[in-house]
T-cell receptor
Framework: DAGVIQSPRHEVTEMGQEVTLRCKPI?????LFWYRQTMMRGLELLIY????????DSGMPEDRFSAKMPNASFSTLKIQPSEPRDSAVYFC????????????FGEGSWLTVV | DAKTTQPPSMDCAEGRAANLPCNHS???????VYWYRQIHSQGPQYIIH???NNETNEMASLIITEDRKSSTLILPHATLRDTAVYYC?????????????FGTGTRLKVLA
């Protein structure tokens, strides 16, 4: 299996621009998670989906952030407008239903907002 | 939410066993303990998980206390490549779904 695939791997954008991060989960997985990692705050869970439905978005920092999962093989995390404090590594992860199933992470999208 | 507490950093000599402790005193009966590690800023990598019994795989061993309030990850023969941040997390359920909350982890440095 190719694992969780994220794109872009690196993005540098100017403040105020829209940023879209993409994720393809592992085939057959029905959970998808978006995390953000910074030095100050560590790994934060932003939102997660189960069977394409958002379950908990309490970690989304503010209305500038939105996430969608239109089908089982694709999800996006959008920031509009972006701000320098959004600079971070954004990880997507997926897992499958069931007791004891593990979560697998992508390699992350490095976002720098200048 | 069940939370975990880990020491912020540890050193270990190469070739020796690395024992990484974790406290999860608020864990409930059906919550699993997972261990992940993160090398540089790569995506966290799964190591091992358990519910109440001790577990072993090719990477590590997991010892869970009988009351399940704490656990220890053991890397039996640490190498320089094991230098990483190690996260102990508890997967808990809410409304019939699962989520994973990461703490601050332990930064393990393996010394030559």
């Amino acid at each position: 299996d190719a694992g969780v695939i994220q794109s872009p791997r690196h993005e540098v954008t100017e403040m105020g621009q829209e940023v879209t991060l993409r994720c393809k989960p592992i085939s057959g997985h029905d959970y998808l998670f978006w995390y953000r990692q910074t030095m100050m705050r560590g790994l934060e869970l932003l939102i997660y989906f189960n069977n394409n439905v958002p379950i908990d978005d309490s970690g989304m920092p503010e209305d500038r952030f939105s996430a969608k999962m239109p089908n089982a093989s694709f999800s996006t995390l959008k920031i509009q407008p972006s701000e320098p404090r959004d600079s971070a590594v954004y990880f997507c992860a997926s897992s499958s239903e069931g007791v004891g199933n593990t979560i697998y992470f992508g390699e992350g999208s490095w976002l720098t907002v200048v | 939410d069940a939370k975990t507490t880990q020491p912020p950093s540890m050193d270990c000599a190469e070739g020796r066993a690395a024992n990484l402790p974790c406290n999860h005193s608020t864990i409930s009966g059906n919550e699993y303990v997972y261990w992940y590690r993160q090398i540089h800023s790569q995506g966290p990598q799964y190591i091992i998980h358990g519910l109440k019994n001790n577990e072993t795989n090719e990477m590590a061993s997991l010892i869970i206390t009988e009351d399940r309030k704490s656990s220890t990850l053991i890397l039996p023969h640490a190498t320089l490549r094991d230098t990483a941040v190690y996260y102990c997390i508890v997967r808990f359920s809410t409304s019939g779904t699962y989520k994973y909350i990461f703490g601050t982890g332990t930064r393990l440095k393996v010394l030559a």
